[in-house]
């Protein structure tokens, strides 16, 4: 049910043939010289300074950086919510499979953004008025819209469900939000991320919110999600401690990526 | 929040349907009541009136459009009341079967007995429920459609009036909508004692009425003072009407105003002059000599027209006939010419006061209209605030891929279901407030001392209480456009909204 490759996207076509290191899989996301800057008045604040980044099939990839250096902002531009700044003369790019997410119209990017990408993050996000269940289907409400997602009901219901019996939270079905506790809550919200069946889950500090313990079995969900779903997953943190669950990490100082080989995974 | 927007569009929507339903349901009254007084068309020549009515009648009355007519005389007198009070009245002359065929007289008349109570008297105190009296309502009532009353001195019928239900102020109308006769009504003498005179005119009652008689030139001259018997009251339920008329009987009008039939005579103008006397043989002072006969007149003929008559097709015909009437009568009848402005439909001569009404009802619409505005503000700025409040959720909702349009949709139809349920709250009380607007009105005059519908004011009696279909249905829509319009400005807002910036909201 959850496997990814159930999916049309780029990954389907190698998952089989590659079965070694992530690093040698095919790059399912190229990220090539973002940057982005923002205004605060006619204060200029430069965030990212040309950030390049590949991200392959299946790979875990953790972005480690400061708090203010820009993670969350290179979230948003791959997760297609925000966009680079252009300068013609020094082109930006982010290649998702074989399209390009930065020449995207508007539609295109919220059909990637329901479809391709998952979002987690800090503060959950959860919608207060709803339901855990309500909140779990919202997403392929949103994908199929209000009619076609009549059809579909059935089948997103008994998968959100699915979702919330292996996070261990079939008896909250009904609660609300605010009735959960933040890891309970966190995993509402990667349960949501998932729904859609994405090829990628776009994490912003996941466990930032929660005390260690809570914050590993976060990360234990997610990693259990790597190994039987074979997701992608592209996390952020300021914490090398959870960096280190990672196949890879990626420092991002001064807006700019260095990048370290894995830290002893697989 | 959405409760507010809510209430305020159903606050709005109530206060337009009842404005709307009590100042139409007020004009339509209004063209009701001056239609069933005073018939489709009225053909007059005032103060002189017009002569050979009755022959004017049978050839209106022999016209397939034409339902009936009947000759009136409308004038102006004073009244003497039993406790000696001097009022203005509108006297009508009337012949009461005739004047039925074509006004709603014997509906108007109030003592008779009833099987039932009236839509307010709830508990039932009509006086003219009570058995004990149902002889004597009887006779009260058979006695206005006669105009007679039986003198019990003389044991004679005589000629009598009805009054006003409201003019003698000894009928005193209670919440329940009825008139509670009091029995007795007082009179100052001259030497300090309080006399008590008759209160309940039906029973004994009478009044003076005095008019000025007129000669035959048709220029008042002589004050001439009757004593009427009151054989009834009635209630037309318009105030100004039913405070100062009395319906007498036709020919007593005739006689007071000289407008009854007379001997034409030649005066003698030589005060020397005389003449053989046919008889004697001898010479007598010349008499005066009678030279013909005038006929008795009226001021007015009512007509009423046919149901489904097209009132100015009537009040041509109405003419048209006239015509042919003057034709036989040349010479003795107001001529063709000046009758065409004499000859007018009720709603030409109830125009003014209707138009006025009409514009009332505009004017009153119209800030109610302008107020009711507001409330498409009201809605934006609780719509903008609760945006404001979402905007984290609308980040969220566009990470997850909603779209623009999507947002902004939501809202819409947020705000489109608040407009509905708002609107039909608004409706439902508008109408539970206009159909029980009477008790409402009474219940505040009772608590607050308050009288906002005052019936010297407003013509009626009692509030207009029916809601028009049509009018509940467009202030239903406008009342939901209300909303809609409103939520539209805050929709967009929330459409245009950075989602990274929502997200990061705080
Ligand atoms: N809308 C904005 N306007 C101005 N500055 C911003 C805006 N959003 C973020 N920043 C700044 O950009 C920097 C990077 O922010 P962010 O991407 O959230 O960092 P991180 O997620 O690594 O903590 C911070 O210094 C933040 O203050
Ligand atoms: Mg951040």
Redesign the pocket.
Known sequence: MMTPQSKQTPQSKQTSQNRQTPQNRQPILQVKGIRKT???GRVK?P?LHGVDMTVRHKEWITIL??????????MHIIGGLDRPDKYPEDPASIVYGDRVITDMGAAALNAYRSTEVGFVFQFYHLLPELDILQNICIGSMIRYGRFGYRSKRKGVEARAKELLDRFGLSDRIKHRPAELSGGERQRVAIARALINEPAILLA?EPTGNLDLKTGESILDVLAELRESGGLTMVM?T?DERIAARADRVIR?IDGRVVEQTGVGSV | MPILAMLAVMLSVATILITWSVMGGFLKTLVNSGRSLIGDVTVSWPNVGFAYYDELIVMLEDDEMIDGATPIIETFGLIQLPDDRIELVTIKGIDPVSYDRVTNYTDTIWWKPIDEPTAKDRDGSDVRLDPQFTGAMAMFESNAVTLTRLNPESGQTERAGVLGVEVTGLNIRTEDGIYDPRANGFRALPDGRIERVPGFMPAGGSVGLTVLSLDSTGKPVDPVTRTIPIANEFQSGIYEIDKSTIFVPLEIMQEMLRLNEARKVQLVENPFATEVDPVTGLRRPKMSEVVGIDPARVTTVLVRSVDGAELQEVRDRVYQIYQDFEAKHHGEVPSSFSMENQIRTWEDLNATMINAVKKETGLVLFIFGIVSFTSVFLVLAIFWSMISEKTKDIGILRALGASTTGVAWLWIRYGTAIGLIGATMGTAAGYAVVININAIHDWIGRTFNLVIWDPRTYYFIEIPSEVDPDKAIIVFIVGVLTCVLGSLIPAFRSARMDP??AL?FE
């Open positions: 923002y205004h605060l604040v965030v950086g400061a708090s203010g250096s820009g993670k969350s902002t290179l912003d952020v300021h991002l | 990274v910036k990061r």
